[in-house]
């Protein structure tokens, strides 16, 4: 009945991954990886055909009730509704723990001469920078015009001091499980930030809040949620979805075997 299928990330690999199914059975392509509970729960309510067929004013409604219902949905079943302008919420985690402005910390460490500990009124202290960039979603979804606010990553790196020797950087998720990395060449542009508001708006947990990268020219999936460390290191370790097929380099329009128009 959802007009659009579930875009969960295990079901659309890029061609040529290891763990694709068998050729004999391509029928269970878009069923494997996926906990049960979530189609169960879209089948049930029909809210992906409710979505779309709603009126604007309801719309709106359903969108904030929805991102409600993910904000605090501890199974990470609504993980996968089509929420307010098109986003979708995802996370690899079945429950992320919440972080408020006194316990969170972002830490910066690696082949750095100045290890540092960030809290948030620390980063809200630094200078803000603002993009305005579509978000493009390797398994296709594009939210247009989307403004981001944060620190400039390049300017936490030069803080720190990277060293010499360094070549890439490493990032990690206080969901305990998704990680992800650029060169070090890719986290000093100008369009990656370390990112505390989205929309306008401070980051949602949903979302990755209180803070998550913002990796502008590159697939949403480099945009890291609920960012706690990043890590300088000698070379570029696979993120979480790269180790399970998408490109490392993963530039909008020029990887994952897609054309999609650029994004920064
Ligand atoms: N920690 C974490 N970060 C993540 C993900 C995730 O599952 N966990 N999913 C990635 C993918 S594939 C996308 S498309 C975006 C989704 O961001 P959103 O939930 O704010 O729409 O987050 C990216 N960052
Ligand atoms: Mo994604």
Redesign the pocket.
Known sequence: MNPERPAE?PAQRPRGHSEEPSEEHPGERGERGTPIGRRVLLGTLGLGALGVAAAPTLQRGLESLLAGAADKDPTGLTGLLPNGGG???????SS?PRKSARTYRLTVDGLVDRPTAYTLADLRALPQTRLVRD?Q???GWRVPDTPFEGVRLSRLLDAAGVRPIAKAVRFT?F?G??T?SLTLDQARRADVLVALR?QDKDLAH???GPV?LYVAPM????????LSGITVTEDVRPG??EERGYDVDAWVGRSNGRDDEPTS
């Open positions: 990330h986003f979708r919420y995802y996370s690899v985690a992320v978000v979603c390797v398994t998720c969901d499980t998704y992800e989205m949903a979302h990755g998550r697939y949403f999936y480099k945009s890291a949620k609920w979480y979805w």
